[in-house]
């Protein structure tokens, strides 16, 4: 495939990957007692509702253009209002899991694919059809275990964040919680250094393993 070809394959797992992981949120905290999301309309897959000007599109276009080894990037958190839900704390963290768990259910789903696909080639029926829902599949793999390790990150106000300040005692996730303040700043430094390098990407390898892709 071109890269104009390429780029086609890429964008419609990596819109569902981010888009999904919002969804989860909403579905769940509505489940959970807080309608926030549904009477928003956010619990769509409308793309146009989810869509994050800088998240969805800038930082995704930067690194395509880059040829940068991963692919990242974040549609407008689905509002939840954690007054709304039943359990407190521990709701807080049904919610913010959900995302990850999403993420990790399509990857799984998508190696199957990928698998059953393996055979296809690049002329032909397989050509046109096989061959590029097998490489949607790998994308969706990838794409998918990037947003799950990477959302699971203890670091406000990424989901890992929230499943802390849910599970930890009150005496530490308070101070943690009053982190978030930097939250976006230290996700930037994990994105643009080499701490992605020691961190994030090991475990994406362990899970790529563990599905049997070979990326």
Request: aromatic residues 8%; hydrophobic residues 55%; glycine residues 10%.
């Amino acid at each position: 495939m071109n890269h104009v070809q390429t780029i086609i394959v890429m964008i419609l797992p990596l819109m569902l990957a981010i888009i999904l992981h919002e969804v989860s949120h909403g579905w769940v905290a509505e489940k959970l007692g807080d309608p926030t999301a549904r009477l928003m309309g956010r619990i769509t897959l409308n793309p146009i509702s989810h869509v994050d000007l800088f998240g969805t599109i800038i930082v995704p276009g930067i690194l395509l253009l880059t040829g940068s080894p991963f692919l990242f990037g974040w549609a407008k958190p689905v509002p939840v209002d954690f007054g709304n839900l039943r359990g407190g704390r521990r709701d807080m963290a049904l919610v913010a899991i959900a995302g990850p768990v999403t993420n990790f259910l399509l990857a799984a789903a998508s190696s199957i694919i990928f698998h059953l696909t393996s055979g296809a080639g690049t002329a032909g029926f397989s050509g046109a059809v096989l061959f590029p829902i097998h490489e949607m599949a790998r994308y969706s793999v990838l794409f998918n275990l990037v947003l799950m390790v990477f959302n699971l990150l203890p670091i406000l106000p990424l989901d890992g964040g929230r499943i802390a300040v849910g599970l930890l005692p009150e005496s530490i996730a308070l101070p943690l919680q009053r982190t978030e303040r930097w939250g976006m700043l230290i996700v930037l430094l994990f994105i643009a250094t080499d701490l992605w390098t020691y961190t994030v990407a090991p475990v994406i390898y362990v899970f790529l393993r563990i599905l049997g892709m070979r990326m």
